[in-house]
């Protein structure tokens, strides 16, 4: 087995999603030759569903999106207790998960003289996003979309810097079970208002534009509803509540709150509608259409490299309310569209987005970092030799 020590971010112990991009990528890992760490700042519901499928976890104090500003006390430390984990270990290479902890994974694997890869899982950043977090420095990149990748291929340009080796990794879904995902469409067709689903109601979603375009929604389809789920701050959650009532929808939205799991969810709605401002790959757009709904989403980011428009649903010029409002009621009022549209959605999930195929292709960048002699890491032993 090759050991390798991956660097995860947990802002929350009680934020967790089934999922994961890191957990489905442990799951489909445990029978090839790379055994896994992560290290993470502190425990919660990730680092539990990752024990459960085998994979260890380290607690490192003080591992979180790296700041200049307390760079002086807590990036050595950090570092100096990464380093120390990967001797230990006798891990062969270091991963970022995201680029927010690049610097530490970088001075872990330099000294130890390691390679190490970072994950991309922004795009539309600015170009000092990746000169903060030292995302040129990998001996390796994988961005989660093409829009997340030209993003940092703007900054490598930008700064006159060389290409390292870089690959597109999409993000892998796992399908629901079998009948799971068609049962509301089945059973309960005709019978229950029609749904407009959205997951994630962090400001970068901007979930009070989805108030105002069900708003307009309702205009032709009074009886439709809306069902917004995630958690939030309790004053984030007063706002959205207060919004609601303004454009008069008190009684027509759910707010779910955050869930464990989410296909009795999804089994509650007829459309995804996604409204973020900036995307990489919206891991809930292919949630959704794993579940067979169809997607109306703003054309942002990443965004039409999972929803393609006309085909599995619509995609919207940004802002454009009044667009997306008129695609939502389109397939609300079309049954047998929402329908093809929902189940062409889930056949692009299984052929472009599985979670063999995001673990083939880690693992096969992982051995071509291996392969390679000429990494970019050094060691204090080697620098005194």
């Not at 993003?151 to 892998?172: C, E, H, K, W």
Request: proline share 6%; charged share 25%; glycine share 6%.
């Amino acid at each position: 087995m090759v050991p390798l020590l991956v660097l995860q971010t947990l802002p929350k112990p009680s934020a967790f999603s089934p999922s994961n991009a890191l957990l489905t990528l442990a799951r489909e890992m445990r029978h090839s030759r790379f055994s896994m760490t992560v290290a993470v700042p502190r425990r919660g519901l990730l680092t539990e569903a990752l024990e459960k499928e085998g994979i260890s976890v380290a607690c490192v104090p003080g591992l979180r999106t790296y700041r200049r500003h307390d760079a002086l006390w807590r990036f050595p430390m950090v570092a100096l207790k990464l380093s120390a984990l990967v001797r230990r270990l006798s891990a062969k290479l270091v991963v970022s998960n995201h680029a927010e902890l690049g610097p530490f994974a970088d001075a872990a694997a330099r000294l130890n003289g390691l390679p190490w890869i970072c994950f991309l899982r922004q795009a539309d950043r600015p170009l000092h996003y990746y000169e903060k977090y030292r995302v040129a420095k990998a001996d390796a990149v994988a961005a989660v979309s093409g829009a997340a990748l030209r993003s940092y291929q703007s900054f490598l340009s930008a700064r006159d810097l060389p290409l390292n080796p870089m690959q597109v990794i999409p993000t892998g879904i796992a399908m629901p079970l079998p009948g799971e995902a068609d049962h509301r469409r089945s059973s309960t067709a005709g019978a229950s208002p029609p749904t407009v689903g959205t997951v994630g109601l962090r400001p970068v979603k901007r979930p009070e534009l989805l108030l105002d375009i069900l708003a307009r929604l309702r205009r032709n389809i009074p009886q439709v509803r809306g069902l917004l789920v995630g958690g939030a701050e309790q004053q984030d959650l007063d706002r959205l509540r207060s919004r609601a009532r303004e454009v008069g929808l008190d009684e027509a939205v759910v707010f779910a709150g955050q869930q464990a799991s989410m296909d009795r969810w999804y089994r509650e709605m007829d459309v995804y509608a996604h409204t973020s401002r900036s995307e990489a790959l919206p891991k809930a757009v292919l949630e959704a259409m794993s579940h067979a709904l169809p997607v109306v989403a703003f054309d942002v980011g990443g965004t039409g490299e999972a929803v393609t428009d006309g085909v599995t649903g619509f995609l919207c010029s940004e802002r454009d309310v009044e667009a997306h409002a008129a695609a939502l009621e389109r397939l609300l009022l079309d049954r047998a569209l929402s329908s093809r549209m929902g189940e062409a959605g889930a056949s692009r999930i299984r052929e472009f987005f599985s979670p063999a195929t995001m673990a083939g292709k880690v693992t096969s960048l992982f051995e071509e970092v291996l392969k390679s002699r000429h990494h970019r890491g050094w060691s204090w032993r080697s620098s005194k030799a």
